[in-house]
């Protein structure tokens, strides 16, 4: 480090010392006659030395574009990421061959500090490889700093080059655009078939209806009353907002921590803030929704066997939940396998497609199977499509757990209980006698991805939506001690969740594991519970100002696009992230500053994808597959269906076509 500090700008080092570039720089050690590509390589640093000393300013933009030694290196600075426009703009025609020079960005490992590679960024002719980088520099090195570089170190790697060359559109490409440009024909001409073609809102064709803008808006932005709907709970809507900020604003904690910040040594301080573990337990979040699924689905489907008289048709359950659930889920996979890797340059961008596009391109199908989070869970296409693959999962065992509640009542909440106990006791042991821990990352895919691990928030939805079905229409006259009783036991839950470990994990001491396994364990059951009461207090008339707030009409239309903006969320994110041109700063403030966009750009665009593609499936799924009584309504208004996608859990989670219960 300190040698380092002693150079000049690196580009200026590297150019005066190759300003007599010879073949023999290229190949060493010297035992192969030079190739086709190094005698290119050779000629374009040659043209570009000419340049400089001439003065030419494309030249001097290319070694312009070079990063230096990072500043605030020792604050935890390891990465300068220079000018990546100015590098990759560079498109020069020589005039003496009528060859084309293009600049090429790539990152340069410098030396290591502590655990972290400091990175450089470096601008050379498109004509060279990461080898001829790496060779040129290594013998920089080793003359001006007496630096001898271990042969394993790779300076150098193509993987992080990137010019402003873009590989032609692939038929996935193609079939993405072209899909949804007909989604967005159809869109509007149903939409202006409704505006000046239709004087009767009553005898549009069903097709207009389905796919119309203004159908499905007004449908979105219909505020539904809970006094003209006793089976509407109004609080679960504010609860399912809330999650989703906090959902997104983890993520963006996440990704703007994982970005090129220039004080990483910041980073302790913050994990050590009370305000911390609101981020690193934003998990409990994924547990409420679990938790609204459940309850969802046994109030839903309580009804619906109950008209029925004890018949469920399994299958067809099945079949509406997929088709549901898939189409938003299909097409970001093409988005995010075509159309982003084609959008985004930066760089960082060549991460993106290494880390995630790669993923999508081995296991999507897995992803569409709901299975990802046991076949590939350190791979999945749609990082956060995880929680998909799980709720489907627990959402397959719903029609036998409803029927048993029907048939058998106490003593098959008994039994569910038990049930619930047993997966607990399962997660316990498997952290217990496998070392299995979030803390260490030891098995995380296991505990945190598996379905047996995270059924408890869920079957405690399920128990609770039974209890609300069979005290349908009743009244609960609670004094004022009970009352308070509720919200002090729900609050401690809460505050138990959230900093139950705080002071032990703020101060660097490494949790045991019969503490970690205890904590897991009995977190994932009263978290629920406590969001029992909080449900419960809210419907029942003890809600208070909670209740005014979580029972809020604006939060309806959100509500409503919840699952798209849970599908749509972590690309925007991503895309933000890996398209960064300069270093970031790591503070709460800038995390919020990032949040607000992110999450508005998301609301709109899930707007967007509602009117394109998640009301008009819904509608058609009405229309072609019917399920009792919803048959003559999807005839008679087929885009109501939308309501039922979107008013349930996040994602969807239904089992009649019409869901009333919020």
Known sequence: YQRMIQLRHLAIEFFEYYENITATDLIVPDTRLPSQQDLMCLAEVAQLSQALRSGQLWALRMIDSWGRLPAGLLYGNFRDLGNFDECTRVNQVMATTGQTLRGKYCFANLFTVIVSSVKVAVCFPAACTGEHMDTLLRQLFQQLLNIEINANTQLVNDVTCQTAEKEPLDGLAIFTIVLIAILLGILLLCTLYDYFLCADQKQMPSIVRIFSARVNSRQLFHIVDSKTNPNVIDCLHGMRCMSLVWVVYGHDCLMIAL?????????????????????????????????LSGLLVASVGMRFVEKSKGKLNVPMMYLHRYLRLTPMVALAICVYLSILPILGTGPLFKNFNEYNVIDCEKNWFWTLLYVQNYVVPDNVCLPHSWYLSVDMQMYLFAPFLILALYKWGKKAVIGIVVLMLLLA??????????????????????????????????IIGLLFGYFLHVNRGKSFKLNHLTVWAGWIFSLALIFACLFGIYPYTANGYELPTLNEAFYVTLTRIAWPIALVWVVFACKYGYGGMANSFLSSPMWQPLSKLSYCAYIWHILFQQFNTYTTRTSTYFSDYQVMLRFWPDFGFTVLLSYGMYILLEAPAAGLEMLLLPSGKGKAKAKANPASAPDAATTSDEPASEIEPKVTVN
Do not use: E
């Open 259 to 291: 970005g090129p910040n220039i004080n990483k040594v910041d980073f302790l301080p913050w994990y050590k803030s009370p305000f911390s573990m609101f981020i690193m337990h934003a998990l409990f979040s994924v547990d409420t929704f679990f938790f």
């Open 425 to 458: 006791a399962c997660l316990f042991s498997m952290m217990m006698i496998n070392g299995y821990s979030l803390n260490t990352g030891v098995g995380t895919d296991k505990i945190y991805f598996g379905t047996q691990t995270r059924a408890s928030p869920w």
